[in-house]
């Protein structure tokens, strides 16, 4: 029982003695810098408001700060998502919609089985095959 003690008082003193001594020989580690980016807030903000028009997201980026993004990029990014659905909506809304509920033929939003992929194709030896993304068949 007592070599247990004695083990776990030699512990704790090699963590009180090795801690602040790698502190001082391998450093505390880098404070936040401010990022090495050439572009600036605003200008970012616009180039993630016109990736956000154009539908790519990927292109959007954000500043990181100590607790994340940058709250203000992040934030006018939403506004600009949240205005595109807005006038996206409109513009669905104001499309003619024929008695049946279905959109008239000839206006936005509207389609013709032209517009429509084939599910199955026949392929050179006979077979269906399934048109899929990936360009698999069965």
């Not at 980016?37 to 990181?64: P, W, Y």
């Amino acid at each position: 029982m007592f070599s247990w003690i004695v083990l776990i008082v030699l512990l704790a003193g090699i963590v009180i003695v090795a801690v602040p001594l790698s502190a001082k020989t391998l450093g505390r580690g880098s404070l936040l810098t401010a990022p090495d980016s050439k572009i600036g807030t605003k200008e970012r903000m616009q180039a993630n408001r016109a990736a956000a028009a154009e539908g790519n997201l990927d292109a959007v980026a954000f500043d990181v700060v100590s607790h994340g993004y940058r709250q203000d990029q992040v934030d006018d990014l939403i506004a600009a998502l949240q205005e595109n659905q807005s006038t996206n909506s409109r513009v669905a809304a104001k499309a003619p919609v024929s008695p049946t509920g279905s959109p008239v033929a000839g206006t936005a939003g509207s389609y013709t089985p032209d517009d429509v992929a084939p599910t199955e194709t026949p392929s050179t030896d006979g077979r269906l095959r399934s048109a899929s993304p990936g360009g698999v068949g069965l």
